[in-house]
C-alpha cells in the first residue's frame, strides 16, 4: 500500500526556516515525482516545488524559488522541503503528492496525497 507522511510542520517567525519531510512507502522516486502543494487560508492549492529522479526534473514556483530547496534520500524514501527566510504569506497546510515519473501536471493528476503539515508564520 502507498503512503505518504508529512512532518515537520511548526510554528516559526518571519525570517526563519523549517524544514519538511515527505516519507514515502510502496513507491521509490525511480518512478514517481514528489510534489509539495501548500493550501493557504481562503486560497485555492498551489504546486511550490517538485523532484523527479527519473525524469531528472526539478521545479520551483515563483514565489518560493529562492528560498526554498527540495531535495531527496533515497535511502530514506524521503523528500525534504527546507523553507528559508520565511514570510506570513508562506503559512499554510503544505502537502506531499506522487506522480508517476512527471512533475508538471495538473494536482488532479497526482496518484497519491499525504495528510499535510501545518506551517504557520508569525509576524
Known amino acids: 500500500e502507498v503512503q505518504l507522511v508529512e512532518s515537520g510542520g511548526g510554528l516559526v517567525p518571519t525570517g526563519g526556516s523549517l524544514r519538511l519531510s515527505c516519507a514515502a512507502s510502496?513507491?521509490?522516486?525511480?518512478?514517481?515525482?514528489i510534489g509539495w502543494f501548500r493550501q493557504a487560508p481562503g486560497k485555492e492549492r498551489e504546486v511550490i516545488s517538485c523532484i523527479s529522479k527519473s525524469d531528472v526534473t526539478t521545479y520551483y514556483a515563483d514565489s518560493v524559488k529562492g528560498r526554498f530547496t527540495i531535495s531527496s534520500d533515497d535511502a530514506k524514501n524521503t523528500v525534504y522541503l527546507q523553507m528559508n527566510s520565511l514570510k506570513p504569506e508562506d503559512a499554510a497546510v503544505y502537502y506531499c503528492?506522487?506522480?508517476?515519473?512527471?512533475?508538471?501536471?495538473?494536482?488532479?493528476?497526482?496518484?497519491?496525497w499525504g495528510q499535510g503539515t501545518q506551517v504557520t508564520v508569525s509576524s
Open positions: 510502496g513507491i521509490t522516486f525511480d518512478d514517481y515525482a
Open positions: 503528492a506522487a506522480h508517476a515519473v512527471f512533475c508538471n501536471v495538473h494536482e488532479n493528476e497526482y496518484d497519491y
